[in-house]
């Protein structure tokens, strides 16, 4: 057990934001096609966060010319740049599934407002 716990703290050494279900978040993601590099931005809210240590991740959704775009990511990915939370939101429930049968209005998520 202590092996695995040395492993952990070997790879979780990225310093990540606090984040939950329901914020919109900004993922700078590296990508690599052919011999260049370039940071591309995947914009959207965090419908689900999963953490068990190195295998931690979060799925980030959002909707692109009309179509429902889902991508999870692993949280300690060596790919990810950097994780920007743009709003906090405010809700009820650990995973936001139901987002996905919402449409317009009906999809929106409260913001918490600061204290």
């Known amino acids: 057990m202590k092996r695995l716990q040395h492993i952990d703290q070997q790879f979780c050494t ?3 934001p606090r984040f939950r279900a329901g914020d919109t978040l900004r993922v700078h993601l590296k990508i ?3 011999d260049k590099e370039r940071v591309q931005i995947f914009e959207g809210v ?3 966060r999963h953490n068990d240590g190195v295998n931690s991740s979060f799925t980030v959704r959002k909707v692109s010319y009309n179509v ?3 991508r999870t990511f692993p949280l300690f990915s ?3 740049v950097e994780i920007e939370v743009k709003t906090r939101g405010r809700v009820r429930r650990a ?3 139901y ?3 919402r449409r317009g209005k009906k999809a929106r998520i409260q913001e918490l407002k600061a204290n």
């Open 46 to 48: 965090c419908i689900k």
């Open 78 to 80: 060596p790919r990810i």
């Open 14 to 16: 990225k310093e990540i």
């Open 32 to 34: 690599t096609e052919g």
């Open 95 to 97: 995973k936001l599934y």
């Open 68 to 70: 429902g775009v889902e």
């Open 99 to 101: 987002l996905r049968e």
